[in-house]
Every structure is written in C-alpha cells, then in structure tokens.
C-alpha cells in the first residue's frame, strides 16, 4: 500500500470557501454579491503583498464559476468540476506563471485557445499569476482579446506589483486589493492548526510568528510547519526566536519603554545583547517603527483602530500611551526612519542603530516652537494674574520683574503713543510673516487703534472686514502678542476692531512705556535689566518657572 504523500501546512490549509478567506471579507463579499446578481466581469486583478490569499481567492472563485450548482457563492466542493479546481488539474482553468511565460509567443498561443469552448464547465478560466512579469509585447497582443473576450472566457490576474502593469490593462480589469492580514487574525489561525494538529504553542511564540510573517498568513503557517519539523509537538517563543532570528517581545518592550522613558543606558544595553545574539537589527528597526506607528495610533484613537492587534501588545501599548503624547512619538519616528535607508548600506549597522536610538531619544526631549510659545504665554499670565494689590503687598511681582517687564497705565490712547505702537505692530507683523506669510498678506492696511490697560487694539477696514477670521487664531495671536510684548517690554494681548476711525501717526518722539507701580520708567529697551545681579535673575519669578519648565540654566547676563 502507498504511503500518503505529506501535504505542507500552507497547501493543507488552504480557504476552499470565501468564508473561510482569513483578513480579506471585503473581496469575498464583493465576489459573492456579483455571482448572486449575475454581474460578472470578464477580467478580474488581485492586488496584494505576497501570501495574503489573491490565487486562493482565484481559486474558489474558478469553482464558483465552474460548480455544477454554479455559478454560486458556495461551491460544493464535491462535484468533478470543484475537485479538479482544487487539485489544479481541471482542464477549463488554466493557472499560468507570468514569470516563465511572460513572452509574446505564449501570449499569442493563449489567444489562440479562447476561442474553444470549456470542456466540461461552463466558463473557461485563465489565472495568470505575478501579471506584472508579462513583457510588454504580450501585454499588448492580450489587449483586444482582454477587451473583447468570448462570452465563455474569465481572466483572474493576480499581481504584487501593479504598478508594472500597463494602465491598458488596468483599465480592462476589475481591480480589488488585498491587505496585509492583522497579527490577532493570524494567531488565532494558527491556533486553529495547531489543534488540528495536536501541537502545542504558546501565545509568545504565535504572536512572534504573526510578527515575523508580516501581514502574510501563507508565510506563517510555511514557519509554523518548520517549527513543527524543528521542535515536534511542543513550541515555545525561544523556539521561534532561534529560528528566525526575531526579537522577543519583552525584549522589544523593554527597549521602547527605554526610549520613551529617555533611558539611553537601558536602551544602549539592549541593543548590545541583541546584536550579540545575532538578530537582524535591520527588520529590528522596522519593528521598532512599526511599534511607534501603532502607539501614534493609540494615542490618538485608543480603542477605534486598533482592536486588530493581539491583546498583549494592546496593553502594553495602552500603558505607553499614558506616558506620551503624539507629537513626542512623531518626533521619535522622525528620527527612526531618517535610519532605516541608510542601515541597509551601513559597515556597521550597530553604530548606526545606536546613533537612531539616541537621536529618537534626544527627540523625545525637544520641544516645538508652538509649544514653547504657548508654555510661555500661559506662565506669563499666570504670573500677571497673580499679582494682587500694590498696597498690600499681596502677590507683589519682585523688583528686578518690574524693572525688567513695566506694567502698563490704565489706558494710553493711540494719540500719545502712536509711534511706537506703530512700530511694535509692524515689528510683529514682519515677524508673523517669516512664520505665516499668508497671514501677514492678511494683514496689510491694519493699524494700532490704542493701547487700553494691556489690549492693543487693532483696527481693520470695513472694506477689508471680512479677513479679521482668518487672522484671529490662537497660533496668530500668540506670535503676535509675544512680539508686540517683546517691542513694548510688557505683557500685551490683542484684540481686533473693525472700525474706520482714522489714527495718523504722530510727528514727536514716541512716549516713553509707562511704569509699574513703585518702579522705574524704562525708556530705552536696550538699557533693560541694566544694574540687575546674577542672583536678582535667578530670584525672578518668571525666569526661575522658566528654568524649571524647560529645564534650563542661566548662561550668561548680557547687558
């Protein structure tokens, strides 16, 4: 008696229904409702990376065609017809490698063979897989009959490259794209083997399968099946680790959490011992990417987006989420990717990974200039609005901030101080416009109507009314008022007027700023902080919450 002959896992396993199709409902749903409505195309393309099931789906979609019950969305699988498909012997569904037959002669003598009739079902199908292979003398004699083909005749192309594809073919096929299959999908198909199988797995070990096949199912299970020859019926993740050279997960976790954390040692530590274990740092980095891109994800919609990852990483990604904010974990991709191309021609990949990890690390710590300006704004006010009477002495600001940042009058009209308002107004608008030029052109023809309390108030043209919202923004105002602030060497907010009340600027000298209360006028911007010790800056309220902010320290006193 013959021995079977061992069918491998992938073959074994392969979807002979739509429904059994792992990560790809959107394909099959589709196919199902044009055989139930009798909408068939005459060519069809499957786009998609490499094992996520584009011959499969060819395959049962051959059989739907072809089942004697057919066409129907659920083929028997028992008829002569659907075996034949299965076994890839029928004779009316020809499966053609585009890769060894991608010349013209061969093109010419498929032609040749539409125009007989199927032999026994009622279509005769073509799948030519890896489509893109085809020189482009063949793709032009399979134009007219692509077009055009006998009613008898379905084209299945399937390609993971359609960009090589001529767009005279594109245009002659029904195009649908498979996507990579999510990791928890995956798992839970190889859990499925592996009790069929009477292996056992842990879940570290499936997870580091699902990661390592990379959206692919057919790349898992070929793994799995390896697995099964390497280690018999019991498999653990050092297993997987050894064989394929991938990083444990804890191993991963620790690292990210040593780069979110602005832990270099830790970070440096771990990158030594793999490297010394031999792992590939270069799919290492693409995990570590990928890691990041799933905690942008997370942080910006926790639960929405990601139900597609298995529940240990989910967790530890959540657990990531609350000690980071996305614009940090967008910094730390930056950096991350600005490696990726150049680690493949690195002599030394370890150096170069280092470098990555500590410039992520470096990144995390920067601040953005949005940031920095807001920070600013809020401290000032807060700090200003702390400020309690001058009798009592409550809540006093210290003389070197009062000398340093005048408090204004109750009110100073545009008359007494129109120079220099003027001034400081077009300061800060040329400033806008090295950051906004869009917003500076908005701009144009504004004046500064008056100075009231700390408000200066700008007035727009009735005629030109209508750009006040696009000016008004919290970033505008913040620009803005930093800079009339810096100009008039206090604390200033703006608001906007639409009026047509006229403000000439006046011929005399500009007004000196009025004083603080109990301090000296500071007339000449230069002369500020002028007589201050070092001790009187690092005892200044304001600068000393700066310094903790932003962790700064005081460099230098520049007169």
């Given at each position: 008696?013959?021995?079977?002959?061992?069918?491998?896992?992938?073959?074994?396993?392969?979807?002979?229904?739509?429904?059994?199709?792992?990560?790809?409902?959107?394909?099959?749903?589709?196919?199902?409702?044009?055989?139930?409505?009798?909408?068939?195309?005459?060519?069809?393309?499957?786009?998609?990376?490499?094992?996520?099931?584009?011959?499969?789906?060819?395959?049962?979609?051959?059989?739907?065609?072809?089942?004697?019950?057919?066409?129907?969305?659920?083929?028997?699988?028992?008829?002569?017809?659907?075996?034949?498909?299965?076994?890839?012997?029928?004779?009316?569904?020809?499966?053609?490698?585009?890769?060894?037959?991608?010349?013209?002669?061969?093109?010419?003598?498929?032609?040749?063979?539409?125009?007989?009739?199927?032999?026994?079902?009622?279509?005769?199908?073509?799948?030519?897989?890896?489509?893109?292979?085809?020189?482009?003398?063949?793709?032009?004699?399979?134009?007219?009959?692509?077009?055009?083909?006998?009613?008898?005749?379905?084209?299945?192309?399937?390609?993971?490259?359609?960009?090589?594809?001529?767009?005279?073919?594109?245009?002659?096929?029904?195009?649908?794209?498979?996507?990579?299959?999510?990791?928890?999908?995956?798992?839970?198909?190889?859990?499925?083997?592996?009790r069929d199988e009477k292996v056992k797995i842990d879940d570290a070990a499936l997870l580091a399968i699902a990661r390592g096949a990379e959206g692919g199912l057919r790349d898992a299970e070929s793994a799995l099946d390896q697995l099964?020859?390497?280690?018999?019926?019991?498999?653990?993740?050092?297993?997987?680790?050894?064989?394929?050279?991938?990083?444990?997960?804890?191993?991963?976790?620790?690292?990210?959490?040593?780069?979110?954390?602005?832990?270099?040692?830790?970070?440096?530590?771990?990158?030594?011992?793999?490297?010394?274990?031999?792992?590939?740092?270069?799919?290492?980095?693409?995990?570590?990417?990928?890691?990041?891109?799933?905690?942008?994800?997370?942080?910006?919609?926790?639960?929405?987006?990601?139900?597609?990852?298995?529940?240990?990483?989910?967790?530890?990604?959540?657990?990531?989420?609350?000690?980071?904010?996305?614009?940090?974990?967008?910094?730390?991709?930056?950096?991350?990717?600005?490696?990726?191309?150049?680690?493949?021609?690195?002599?030394?990949?370890?150096?170069?990974?280092?470098?990555?990890?500590?410039?992520?690390?470096?990144?995390?710590?920067?601040?953005?200039?949005?940031?920095?300006?807001?920070?600013?704004?809020?401290?000032?006010?807060?700090?200003?609005?702390?400020?309690?009477?001058?009798?009592?002495?409550?809540?006093?600001?210290?003389?070197?901030?009062?000398?340093?940042?005048?408090?204004?009058?109750?009110?100073?009209?545009?008359?007494?101080?129109?120079?220099?308002?003027?001034?400081?107004?077009?300061?800060?608008?040329?400033?806008?416009?090295?950051?906004?030029?869009?917003?500076?052109?908005?701009?144009?023809?504004?004046?500064?109507?008056?100075?009231?309390?700390?408000?200066?108030?700008?007035?727009?043209?009735?005629?030109?009314?209508?750009?006040?919202?696009?000016?008004?923004?919290?970033?505008?105002?913040?620009?803005?008022?930093?800079?009339?602030?810096?100009?008039?060497?206090?604390?200033?907010?703006?608001?906007?007027?639409?009026?047509?009340?006229?403000?000439?600027?006046?011929?005399?000298?500009?007004?000196?700023?009025?004083?603080?209360?109990?301090?000296?006028?500071?007339?000449?911007?230069?002369?500020?902080?002028?007589?201050?010790?070092?001790?009187?800056?690092?005892?200044?309220?304001?600068?000393?919450?700066?310094?903790?902010?932003?962790?700064?320290?005081?460099?230098?006193?520049?007169?």
């Amino acid at each position: 008696m013959a021995q079977q002959q061992y069918q491998v896992l992938a073959r074994k396993w392969r979807p002979q229904q739509f429904d059994e199709v792992v990560g790809q409902e959107h394909v099959a749903t589709t196919l199902k409702n044009a055989i139930d409505q009798q909408r068939l195309a005459h060519a069809y393309l499957f786009v998609g990376p490499r094992g996520t099931g584009k011959t499969s789906i060819a395959r049962i979609f051959a059989k739907a065609l072809n089942c004697v019950k057919g066409p129907t969305a659920t083929p028997c699988d028992k008829c002569d017809n659907c075996k034949e498909i299965a076994e890839g012997r029928s004779l009316d569904v020809l499966e053609i490698d585009g890769a060894s037959n991608n010349g013209v002669e061969q093109v010419r003598e498929l032609r040749d063979t539409v125009r007989y009739a199927p032999a026994r079902g009622k279509f005769k199908i073509y799948i030519i897989d890896e489509v893109h292979m085809l020189s482009a003398a063949a793709f032009n004699a399979l134009l007219k009959t692509l077009e055009e083909p006998p009613a008898h005749v379905k084209f299945l192309f399937a390609t993971t490259e359609p960009q090589k594809v001529l767009p005279t073919i594109l245009s002659r096929c029904q195009r649908f794209d498979l996507r990579r299959i999510p990791a928890n999908l995956i798992v839970k198909r190889l859990q499925e083997i592996a009790r069929d199988e009477k292996v056992k797995i842990d879940d570290a070990a499936l997870l580091a399968i699902a990661r390592g096949a990379e959206g692919g199912l057919r790349d898992a299970e070929s793994a799995l099946d390896q697995l099964i020859a390497f280690c018999g019926d019991e498999i653990a993740e050092k297993d997987v680790l050894g064989v394929f050279g991938l990083v444990a997960h804890k191993q991963l976790a620790t690292l990210t959490d040593a780069i979110i954390n602005g832990e270099i040692n830790v970070a440096l530590k771990v990158l030594k011992e793999l490297d010394e274990a031999g792992k590939d740092l270069q799919r290492l980095l693409a995990e570590l990417l990928d890691h990041f891109r799933n905690l942008l994800v997370v942080t910006l919609a926790p639960t929405d987006i990601c139900v597609e990852l298995p529940e240990t990483e989910l967790d530890l990604l959540k657990a990531q989420a609350q000690r980071i904010d996305s614009d940090i974990v967008l910094r730390i991709i930056d950096a991350l990717a600005a490696a990726e191309g150049k680690l493949r021609y690195a002599l030394s990949k370890r150096i170069l990974f280092e470098i990555a990890v500590v410039t992520a690390i470096k990144a995390r710590e920067t601040v953005s200039l949005d940031a920095l300006l807001r920070k600013l704004n809020e401290l000032k006010s807060e700090l200003f609005s702390s400020r309690g009477s001058p009798d009592t002495g409550v809540g006093a600001p210290s003389p070197a901030l009062s000398r340093a940042r005048p408090i204004p009058a109750a009110e100073t009209t545009a008359s007494t101080t129109s120079v220099s308002l003027s001034e400081a107004w077009e300061y800060a608008v040329e400033h806008l416009g090295k950051v906004t030029p869009l917003a500076k052109s908005y701009l144009v023809g504004t004046r500064p109507l008056r100075l009231q309390g700390n408000v200066v108030v700008i007035g727009f043209d009735p005629e030109f009314a209508e750009r006040r919202e696009f000016v008004d923004t919290v970033r505008n105002r913040e620009l803005l008022q930093g800079k009339l602030g810096e100009k008039l060497r206090m604390n200033v907010s703006l608001r906007f007027d639409v009026t047509d009340e006229a403000t000439e600027p006046s011929s005399t000298p500009p007004a000196p700023v009025p004083k603080a209360h109990g301090a000296p006028a500071v007339d000449n911007p230069a002369t500020a902080g002028a007589g201050k010790n070092l001790d009187e800056f690092r005892n200044d309220p304001l600068i000393k919450k700066a310094l903790e902010i932003f962790k700064g320290t005081i460099v230098e006193v520049r007169r």
